[in-house]
């Protein structure tokens, strides 16, 4: 807006004071939650397409606060990345989202997203274990969900701590596959234990025709590196019969339900005799 000349500052002015103290009400906001405990994990289900079951949850941070309401990770996450909370925040949705898995079935996984400033912590997967144990969670019902877009810096450090969390058997996925430009090459590199198509991809599915070749090309890229897939943002029937022929995947969206707070994961399982 800047660049609009002289005669827009008037008009610029006002509105970035009103941002900056939006934004700093904002900041200040989240350090305040932090210490309410306002910061609440809720669930997405994770299906396998083929057999239809319930197979696991994937974590996603919301912010119940007392003046904006349920607010999503899109506003704090990146905020909190800035001001340096990010950490703190994670630890303590992790803790929480632990505490409600080991109440479910052992067989239900636990998918968890992380930050690419977490990822800069050589003492990430290290960290993460100490949680594990002190919680007394096992390694292999849990699943750290790495964004594509997070490769582009420090691959070395990535990569290393990919192949620790693996060592303690914890699965790795690569999140919002296709939206990074990361070349086959540098993926084959990374040892993923499964790949999860951006919904962007699957969206197209609903125009039938020309979309399901982007998200074809994308599932064979996952049989060419290996890699089981998960399809996420299946909204419909129609998206979800064009994925089950197009391969053997698991599957999530507003299809099977939106995230919901642990509270209703437990009635849900409950119904399902899994928990
Ligand atoms: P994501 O990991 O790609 O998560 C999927 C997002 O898509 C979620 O949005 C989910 O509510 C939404 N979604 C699921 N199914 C559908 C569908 O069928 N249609 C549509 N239109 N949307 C669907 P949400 O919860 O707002 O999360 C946004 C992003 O925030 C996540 O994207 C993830 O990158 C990030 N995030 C969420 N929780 C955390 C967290 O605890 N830590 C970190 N670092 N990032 C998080
Ligand atoms: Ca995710
Ligand atoms: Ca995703
Ligand atoms: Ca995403």
Do not use: C
């Amino acid at each position: 807006a800047k660049k609009q000349g002289k005669n827009r500052l008037f008009w610029f002015e006002p509105s970035m004071e009103f941002e900056l103290k939006f934004r700093g009400e904002l900041e200040a906001g989240i350090r305040r939650g932090l210490k309410n405990g306002e910061f609440i994990p809720y669930y997405e289900q994770q299906i396998d397409l083929d057999t239809g079951e319930l197979v696991g949850f994937e974590m996603l941070a919301r912010w119940q606060s007392p003046e904006l309401g349920l607010v999503g990770p899109d506003i704090f996450i990146p905020i909190s990345e800035e001001i340096g909370a990010i950490e703190e925040l994670s630890r303590k949705l992790m803790i929480q989202a632990l505490e409600h898995a080991k109440m479910w079935h052992p067989r239900i996984t636990l998918s968890v997203n992380v930050s690419p400033i977490q990822l800069r912590d050589p003492w990430f997967a290290q960290k993460l274990l100490k949680l594990l144990v002190e919680h007394n969670f096992p390694a292999s019902r849990l699943e750290i969900e790495i964004t594509e877009s997070s490769l582009h810096e420090n691959i070395g450090m990535v990569r290393s701590t990919i192949t620790s969390l693996r060592n303690q058997g914890i699965r790795v996925s690569l999140d919002d596959f296709g939206t990074g430009y990361s070349s086959l090459a540098q993926l084959r590199s990374l040892p993923f234990d499964r790949l999860k198509i951006d919904r962007s991809f699957v969206r197209e599915l609903k125009h039938s025709g020309a979309g399901g070749k982007l998200v074809s090309a994308i599932i064979s890229m996952g049989a060419d590196l290996e890699l089981p897939v998960t399809a996420e943002g299946i909204e419909n029937d129609f998206i979800l019969a064009s994925l089950r022929k197009l391969g053997r995947l698991k599957g999530q969206g507003y299809h099977y339900g939106r995230p919901e707070p642990a509270e209703q994961v437990t009635k849900r399982l409950a119904d399902l005799n899994m928990l």
